[in-house]
């Protein structure tokens, strides 16, 4: 008589092992070499260091998005301090690539991430997220700070900190560096204080698109009611991050591996072209903080000037506050309720406001009127097959 309870029990016995088997040996199975994108067109301007993965290759074997992307990350990370290597690319000698010592900084990478789940943020992706619940992020460049401007060579009283020589961000082609001082946007504290305390806030999650060692030297310098910014975000990503896009070229924010649904997701960016065309619904387009301007106003007391820049942040925080209150009082994602605010939806809100409507009236007419915002696109019977 066969023992089916036996036969059962190794059956999932042999899956595990091949499961386990699988998965540390992943690195060794496969030719990680596919998944190395081929180097930025000599005429982009806008050259990284480091190769970028086929993420959605990476996906289709079975990586999650965010493993994916904390591989490129370490994978990046080692080709970081290696001086062989960057000499190399910086001296363009690189025609490809695929060359042993990025296919064993992959390796190591898929390593590090698959067998021994070491990830550089403690961040992990939610499944299932309540309707009201959201994370904002926060690009750190031209919208939270300010690195590249001229008034902070005048003194302390310019500029919010400075940070030594080696942690300068540097970008090549032509090779420069950033001074070393940098000033935040006014009120970032009560503003990211504020956010962290709305009903449904997941986290508060910083990109970057500087260098490791230039954002985490800026971000150790923050403090909120005395405790390091650290303490107050979900997560740090920086320039090694980015996804290559590859028509049209180009470098991005993806924030699927926040919110692979991205229903629960909002990032705040002065900068549109670095977000994915189809994640413009979840952009809130950022003006430039521009700190010289800002310092101007505030020597020759130029209220209207030093109130625009002082009054950025509370706009956003109103909006997050109000956006997650409708999703929960209506049953709707927080994105979605946060729509008429977002780059997708900014559009029709201004054009609602100079026909006459406040605000408020927009805002609800956008979220209770979407469908004349969103035609489809029609074929007459005679041309369906």
Same mark, same amino acid.
């Given at each position: 008589?066969?023992?089916?309870?036996?036969?059962?029990?190794?059956?999932?016995?042999?899956?595990?092992?091949?499961?386990?088997?699988? $998965?540390?040996?992943?690195?060794?199975?496969?030719?990680?070499?596919?998944?190395?994108?081929?180097?930025?067109?000599?005429?982009?301007?806008?050259?990284?260091?480091?190769?970028?993965?086929?993420?959605? =290759?990476?996906?289709?074997?079975?990586?999650?998005?965010?493993?994916?992307?904390? /591989?490129?990350?370490?994978?990046?990370?080692?080709?970081?301090?290696?001086?062989?290597?960057?000499?190399?690319?910086?001296?363009?000698?690189?025609?490809?690539?695929?060359?042993?010592?990025?296919?064993?900084?992959?390796?190591?990478?898929?390593?590090?991430?698959?067998?021994?789940?070491?990830?550089?943020?403690?961040?992990?992706?939610?499944?299932?997220?309540? &309707?009201?619940?959201?994370?904002?992020?926060?690009?750190?460049?031209?919208?939270? =700070?300010?690195?590249?401007?001229?008034?902070?060579?005048?003194?302390?009283?310019?500029?919010?900190?400075?940070?030594?020589?080696? @942690?300068?961000?540097?970008? /090549?082609?032509?090779?420069?560096?950033?001074?070393?001082?940098?000033?935040?946007?006014?009120?970032?504290?009560?503003?990211?204080?504020?956010?962290?305390?709305?009903?449904?806030?997941?986290?508060?999650? #910083?990109?970057?698109?500087? #260098?490791?060692?230039?954002?985490? @030297?800026?971000?150790?310098? #923050?403090?909120?009611?005395?405790?390091? =910014?650290?303490?107050?975000?979900?997560?740090?990503?920086?320039?090694?991050?980015?996804?290559?896009?590859?028509?049209?070229?180009?470098?991005?924010?993806?924030?699927?591996?926040?919110?692979?649904? !991205?229903?629960?997701?909002?990032?705040?960016?002065? &900068?549109?072209?670095?977000?994915?065309?189809?994640?413009?619904?979840?952009?809130?387009?950022?003006?430039?903080? &521009?700190?010289?301007?800002? !310092?101007?106003?505030?020597?020759?007391?130029?209220?209207?000037?030093?109130?625009?820049?002082?009054? !950025? !942040?509370?706009?956003?925080?109103?909006?997050?506050?109000?956006?997650?209150?409708?999703?929960?009082?209506? $049953?709707?994602?927080?994105?979605?309720?946060?729509?008429?605010?977002?780059?997708?939806?900014?559009?029709?809100?201004?054009?609602?406001?100079?026909?006459?409507?406040?605000? &408020?009236?927009?805002?609800?007419?956008?979220?209770?009127?979407?469908? /004349?915002?969103?035609?489809?696109?029609?074929?007459?019977?005679?041309?369906?097959?």
């Amino acid at each position: 008589m066969i023992n089916f309870k036996k036969l059962f029990l190794n059956f999932t016995i042999s899956l595990f092992f091949i499961s386990f088997i699988s $998965n540390v040996s992943i690195a060794k199975e496969i030719d990680v070499s596919k998944y190395i994108l081929e180097p930025m067109p000599s005429w982009y301007n806008e050259r990284y260091y480091n190769p970028h993965l086929d993420i959605n =290759l990476m996906i289709k074997d079975g990586f999650t998005r965010y493993e994916a992307l904390e /591989i490129q990350n370490q994978m990046k990370d080692i080709l970081d301090n290696d001086k062989e290597f960057l000499e190399m690319e910086e001296n363009s000698r690189l025609n490809d690539y695929k060359i042993e010592k990025v296919i064993s900084s992959l390796n190591q990478a898929i390593k590090n991430v698959k067998e021994n789940r070491k990830f550089e943020n403690n961040f992990k992706p939610e499944k299932n997220l309540k &309707n009201y619940e959201f994370y904002v992020v926060f690009d750190m460049d031209e919208t939270l =700070l300010v690195q590249w401007y001229k008034m902070g060579e005048k003194g302390s009283k310019y500029y919010t900190s400075k940070v030594s020589q080696n @942690c300068l961000d540097n970008i /090549i082609k032509p090779k420069i560096e950033g001074p070393n001082y940098f000033l935040m946007i006014p009120k970032w504290e009560e503003a990211f204080d504020k956010i962290y305390k709305i009903p449904g806030n997941k986290g508060i999650i #910083l990109f970057s698109a500087k #260098l490791d060692i230039a954002t985490h @030297c800026i971000i150790d310098k #923050l403090k909120i009611k005395g405790k390091p =910014l650290k303490d107050h975000v979900k997560a740090i990503f920086t320039r090694n991050y980015l996804i290559r896009e590859v028509e049209p070229t180009k470098l991005s924010k993806d924030l699927r591996m926040i919110d692979e649904t !991205l229903e629960h997701v909002i990032i705040i960016d002065d &900068n549109p072209t670095r977000i994915l065309e189809k994640q413009k619904r979840n952009l809130r387009k950022f003006p430039k903080y &521009n700190a010289d301007e800002y !310092l101007l106003s505030k020597d020759k007391n130029n209220q209207k000037v030093k109130k625009y820049f002082e009054n !950025l !942040l509370d706009v956003i925080v109103d909006e997050i506050q109000e956006s997650a209150e409708y999703a929960r009082k209506n $049953n709707v994602s927080f994105v979605e309720a946060y729509f008429p605010y977002s780059d997708d939806g900014s559009d029709e809100l201004i054009m609602l406001q100079k026909q006459g409507m406040t605000l &408020n009236q927009a805002v609800d007419f956008i979220r209770n009127n979407r469908k /004349i915002f969103e035609p489809e696109f029609y074929v007459p019977a005679e041309h369906k097959k």
